[in-house]
């Protein structure tokens, strides 16, 4: 039964994750966070996956946040291991080493923005609406929210997002910085594959080191941020990859990667 609430398809070297409870909006219930950071878990030892993507079942929701009627039944220490468990699962997501894509089919809210937000990159349908609504049920974002979305989308717009509940559509979201790009309506699954596909023409492994060099980097001072980055690129240097691509540039062809 809990496999059925994330579902994982390998596509080639991608791996897809739906969550799969339409019916509630792909809300995340705490069996359904068990289930996802079991299949993080998976993934993130996984050298033969290469690019992950987060999607959600139906056309309405990518995500509804946290399941707000699990919550009712909690008392508060429930609350606060729920709340730790949400921050966990998106610090896990965060943590991938492989690139995500967040292919948002719908609707964004509260713990659904908050997944797209531990993603490095983001599609939203041109019908969808996102935001970090939590201060509308007398609660703040407690799984990365408030300290991921200003890192992205400045304070200000940050602090206009939460403070004032807003629900953006897609055309805001785009404009902001939130996402990267809006896909046709219904059609965030063939965007969601194009950027796959654009991230998979690049080498693996130098794939992993740059986003471990940019995430790593980014709250140092720069100086500690470009020895990091200087770490990063020596893991590169031994690698067959890297080779490949010298060798298919001097023989003008497209390189193969082994992730090597
Ligand atoms: N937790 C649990 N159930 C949820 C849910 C959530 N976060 N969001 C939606 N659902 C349930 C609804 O209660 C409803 O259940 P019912 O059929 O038993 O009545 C079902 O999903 C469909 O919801 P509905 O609102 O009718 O769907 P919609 O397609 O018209 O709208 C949303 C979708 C996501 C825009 C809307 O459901 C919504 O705003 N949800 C709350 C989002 C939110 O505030 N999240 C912050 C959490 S901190």
């Known amino acids: 039964m809990t496999e059925e609430l994330v579902l994982l398809e390998r596509r080639g070297r991608a791996a897809w994750l739906t969550l799969n409870r339409p019916e509630a909006r792909n809300a995340l219930s705490l069996p359904t966070l068990q289930r996802l950071r079991a299949l993080l878990a998976e993934l993130r030892e996984d050298a033969e996956t290469w690019v992950v993507v987060l999607t959600g079942s139906g056309d309405k929701a990518f995500c509804a946040g946290a399941d707000l009627k699990e919550r009712r039944t909690f008392d508060e220490q429930q609350v606060a291991e729920f709340v730790r468990t949400i921050r966990a699962t998106m610090d896990d997501v965060a943590a991938l080493p492989q690139p995500t894509v967040a292919a948002m089919n719908g609707a964004a809210f509260g713990g659904g923005c908050e997944l ?102 980014m709250d140092l001072p720069m100086e500690q941020a470009l020895a990091h980055e200087a770490s990063c690129y020596q893991r590169i240097i031994p690698t067959a990859d890297r080779l490949e691509a010298l060798a298919a540039f001097a023989e003008k062809r497209r390189p193969e990667f082994e992730g090597r």
């Open 116 to 217: 797209a937000l531990a993603c490095d990159l983001r599609v939203l349908d041109a019908s969808a609406s996102i935001g970090l609504t939590e201060t509308s049920l007398a609660i703040i974002p407690g799984a990365g929210g408030c300290a991921r979305l200003p890192r992205l989308v400045g304070a200000a717009v940050a602090k206009e997002m939460i403070l004032m509940a807003k629900r953006l559509d897609a055309d805001e979201a785009l404009d902001c910085g939130l996402v990267h790009r809006l896909a046709e309506v219904g059609e965030v699954g063939d965007a969601a594959q194009e950027m796959v596909d654009a991230l998979l023409r690049n080498g693996p492994l130098a794939l992993r080191a740059a986003k471990d060099a940019i995430d790593g980097g």
